[in-house]
C-alpha cells in the first residue's frame, strides 16, 4: 500500500510538473523577451514591471502567447491607450531607447506592435523580415530612423504595414509588391523618397494605401486601378507629377483620393466625376483646363476640392445634377461667369469661389451685364 501510494503520488508530480513546464513560455522566448526589455526605457508607467518570474505567457504586460505551443505570439505595446495603467497615471506613454534585434528570436511572433511612444528611436532590425508568421507590424508614432528592410517582401503572412509618424529615409523597397496578403498599408509622415513601384498593383488585398507627406516623386502607377479592394488611396503632400491614370475612375471601390499637394498636371480624368470616389482632393497641383461638364446622379461627393490648380472657363451646370455635394471647394483658379442657382451651390459660402478671374452671383457679388470668361 506505501508502495502503491508513492508510486501514485510521483506519478501525479510528473504530470504536475509536465504540465507546468508546458504551461510556461520557452525559456529562450523569455530572456528574448528580456533582451528586448534592456533596450527600452518607460519612465512614468512602469508598465514592464510586470515582466517578472518564469512564466512570460502570465500576466506579463502586452505579451501573449500561443494555445498550443505556449510560444509568445503577440507583443502588444501602445503609448496610448485606454488601459487603466493609463488612465491611473493621467498620461499618455513615453518610451526611448530602440528596438533590439533580440525580438526577432521569437519565432512564431505573429503581432508586434509598439505604437505612439515618441521617443523610440534607432532602425528596424533588418532580421524582423525573418519573422516567418508574422502578420502585423505596426511600429506608428515613434522616432525610428533608417531604412525599410529590403526584403521586407519575404514576410508572406504580413497583412498590416504601419510605420507612420517616424523618421524613415528611405525608398519603398522593391520587394514590397511582393506582400500579395498586405491589406493595410501606412508610411504617413516618414521621409520616404523615390518612385512608387511600377507593380504597385501586385497588392491585391490592398483596402488603405497611407503615403501622404514624404517626399516620393515620379508618376502614379497606372497599375493602382488593378487593386479591386482598394478604398483609400492618399498620396498627398508629395513630389508626384504626370497626368492622373484613367483607370482610377474606374475602380469599383475607390472612396477617399487625396492627390492634394503634389506636381501633378494635364486634365481630371472625366471618369473621376461619375465614379465611386466620395472623397476626392486635387487640390494644390497644376491641372488646368475646362471642368468638364459631365457631373450626374452618380456624383456623390461628400469633399470635392480642386482649389488651387490652373481651371479656367465657367462652373459646369451639371454640378446641380449630382446627387449630393457636401464640401465644394473651387477657389484659387482662373474661372468666370455666372455661378449656377439651386443645389448645391445655395449652401455654399463665399470662400468656395475666391480667388478666381471673374465668377459672379451667389454667394458672390451680383453679375454686372453679361459674365465673361478668359483662358489668359
Known sequence: MGMFSYTTLLAILTIFISTSAVRSCPPSDRAALLAFKAALHEPYLGIFN??????????WYGVSCDVESKRVADINLRGESEDPIFQKAGRSGYMNGSISPSICKLKRLSSLTIADWKGISGPIPACITSLPFLRILD????????????????????????IADNLLRSRIPRSLTNLSGLMHLDLRNNRIWGSLPRDFGRLRMLSRALLSRNYIGGTIP???????????????????????????????????????????SGEIPYSLFNSAVGNLNLSKNSFHGYLPDVFGPRSYFM??????????????????????????????????????????????????????????????????GTAQWSVI
Open 303 to 368: 469633399v470635392l476640392d480642386l482649389s488651387y490648380n490652373n481651371f479656367w472657363g465657367p462652373i459646369p451646370k451639371s454640378l446641380s445634377q449630382a446627387s449630393f455635394i457636401g464640401h465644394l471647394d473651387l477657389s484659387h483658379n482662373r474661372l468666370c461667369g455666372r455661378i449656377p442657382e439651386g443645389p448645391p451651390f445655395d449652401h455654399l459660402e463665399a470662400s468656395s469661389f475666391a480667388y478666381n478671374a471673374c465668377l459672379c452671383g451667389k454667394p458672390l457679388g451680383a453679375c454686372r
Open 50 to 59: 510586470s515582466w517578472a518570474g518564469t512564466d512570460c505567457c502570465h500576466n
Open 222 to 264: 497606372d497599375s493602382i486601378s488593378k487593386i479591386y479592394r482598394l478604398a483609400d488611396l492618399d498620396l498627398s503632400l508629395n513630389r508626384l507629377s504626370g497626368e492622373i491614370p484613367a483607370s482610377l475612375g474606374k475602380m469599383a471601390v475607390l472612396a477617399t483620393l487625396n492627390l492634394d499637394a503634389n506636381k501633378l
Open 139 to 162: 511600429l506608428i508614432g515613434n522616432r525610428i530612423s533608417g531604412k525599410i528592410p529590403e526584403d521586407i517582401g519575404r514576410l508572406h503572412r504580413l497583412a498590416v504595414l504601419n
